[in-house]
């Protein structure tokens, strides 16, 4: 009997000294393990199974660490795992402290992105070949994306994305269902060799710049000829739209015939721009049962398996006899644009009289600052979906093109491609509005905060917006971000202050959410910006009574508020908390220590939001702390389980009562319902009343 290969090797690089029939014999024995090890530990057996030569033919081609392999979703990575020096713990598989089911970069300097959901492979990988670019790096990049996970709308937004860039990628589709084609004809796999000659690359090339050059008859010759040249690859080719998006597609290649993989491989890595290899694969390939059912013997939760030796279960493709069967027959279970009409949302915000000048808006701003910081630090990419104009970008990208990405109204993709960049070494900022952000929180919690990388999100049009009414009010992403391991929920109390939380946000190395307005600022005067550490809060006011701790611009009408109630003899401490996560817990305490009511501010949802941390916090600490057991918290905000309507922002705050005399009546309230008093009444007032 021959010795074992996988015991043998200590890494992808070895795979090189291997002969493809000794190649062969690996993937059977990669089968092997996998399927012994998962009957005991459960795991996704099919999916694993059908790209054992695939993911020998990536590792034999590539440099691994040096070029990056994404496995999109990560279930089918088993393989690998167990190539790049898993193999002694592989089975601890999905056990505590053990090999995880995807990808880890905890794991191995080989796991590019801690992966799990569908779709996330190709955004990812164009961030990664971006950040190459601007770094004017070598390394390769290559994803593997299965024909279910393809169809989904990241892979799509991230397809479009690809094409028009031109971005140079490998991309594999792993065809496992037939989804795409169902038949492999002599005629497409012919033209696929054509396609990968360099004479037609060349020669195509050339035809076009020699016609082109003919003055008159020159260019209807081009178009002739490329309609020529389409038609011909559309006749036998299923990857037209594919190439239609600016794609060379090359296919179908037998996934399972390790010779045409590493010729392929070889070739289309040699090309210009982005190449989508076709790859059909078997799914639960070298098990018969997994062959059969591949719906059961996908998931995590399997069938019975049972490892005594029952005929021909496995089929290695040529290793030695198989030794697992199922025990018995398994049945197969199945389980309009929120953007508005004409945006994605340059249109919100109506144009000022030229009677009525404003101070500069946060937006302008954030933006004036980023542009400023981006000429010493090369690494800060910024990118927008389909709003330059409304989140000022478009000045950003005069000033650094090719550091700019407008991805269209694809936000998904927008911040799966910053996570990529981000992997990549770079520092992006990605700037949506607050409402269209939504639409990316399974991204910003699987890619961003999963791997806990340092993408800036800006969160434009923060808080009550205006006339768009329900759809675009930015009053719900504090809540969703608060939970968020790893992620920093950022603030400013004014313009100056967003300069330095921006300083902040590039200057430490997780997510970092930054919240602000689409207000002018205050018109407060130009200070020198600074790193604020992170989870500072700060006193603006002392006082005896009553606390006030504000989140964002509200943090002045906070200010407002105490002016006036002073006047009835309140003595009043306010906080600029800057921070919602993480909160500076032992400032707030240290100041609501002995008073009698904390208010807390926020010009967002209360459910859940700012005032629910601050809250939380004082509850906690009251079970240990006596001085706190008296102290009453009131939450103001934009009150939950309701919709706000359009209007104009002054309008809505003052309906809402989040306008200065709005917020000092809730304050009032409050103070009456718990029948404090001021510690010095003013005597004018008393007097007053005593007439």
Known sequence: MSEPILARLNGPADLRGLSEAELARLAAEIRETIITTVAKTGGHLGSSLGVV????????????????????????????KLLTGRLERFGTLRQVDGVGGFPRRSESEHDVFDGGHAGTGLSIAEGLAAARDIRRGSERIAVVVGDAALMTGLSLEALNDIGHRRTPMLIVLNDNEMSISATVGAFSTYLSKIKLSGAWQTSKSAWDRFWGAIPVIGPPAVMWSQRLRRSVVNLASPGQLFEDLGITYIGVIPGHDI????????????????VLVHVQTQKGRGYRPAEKDQVSFHGAALPPMDLAPQGDSFDGSGARPATVAAAGEAKAIRPGSPHGAGSNGDALAP???????????????????????AKDDPRIVAITAGMPTGTGLAKFQAAYPDRFHDVGIAEQHAVTMASGLAIGGMRPVVALYST????????????????????????????????????????????????????????????????SLLHTALEQAHPFALHYPRDPGFGRPALEPHAIPVGQAEVLRDGDDILFVGFGPIVMRALAV????????????????????PLD???????????????????????????????????????????????????????ADRF??????????????LDAP????????????????????APVREAARAV
């Open 53 to 80: 030569e695939i993911a020998i033919a990536l590792h034999r081609v590539l440099d691994s660490p040096r070029d990056k392999i994404v496995w999109d979703t990560g279930h089918q990575a088993y393989a690998h």
């Open 585 to 639: 817990r032992q400032l707030i305490l240290d100041q609501a220590r002995g008073k009698g009511l904390v208010v807390t501010f926020e010009e967002s949802v209360v459910a859940g939001g700012f005032g629910s941390a601050v809250l939380e916090a004082v509850e906690e600490a009251r079970l240990s702390d006596p001085t706190l057991r008296q102290t009453a918290v009131r939450i103001l905000g934009i009150p």
């Open 436 to 499: 269209f952000l939504q639409r990316a929180f399974d991204q910003i919690v699987h890619d961003v905060c999963q791997n806990d990388l340092p993408v800036l999100l800006a969160v434009d049009r923060a808080g009550l917006v205006g006339e768009d009414g329900t759809s675009h009010q930015g009053m719900f992403a504090i809540p969703a971000q608060r939970q968020l391991p790893y992620l920093v929920v950022a603030s400013p109390k004014d313009e100056q202050e967003l300069r």
């Open 259 to 274: 010779h045409a993989l590493l010729q392929t491989f070889a070739r289309v890595l040699e090309l210009k721009g982005p």
């Open 351 to 373: 144009p000022t009289p030229a009677s009525a000048p404003r101070n500069p808006s946060y937006t302008s701003v954030f933006v004036a600052e980023l542009i400023d910081l």
């Open 562 to 581: 105490a002016d006036e109630l002073a006047q009835d003899g309140w003595s009043i401490g306010v906080v600029n908390a800057r921070f919602a996560k």
């Open 662 to 681: 709005g917020l000092a009546e809730q304050v009032r309230e409050a103070v009456a319902a718990l029948a404090l008093q001021p510690s010095h009444p």
């Open 644 to 657: 706000v309507d359009h209007g104009a922002v002054a309008e809505l705050r003052r309906m809402l009562r």
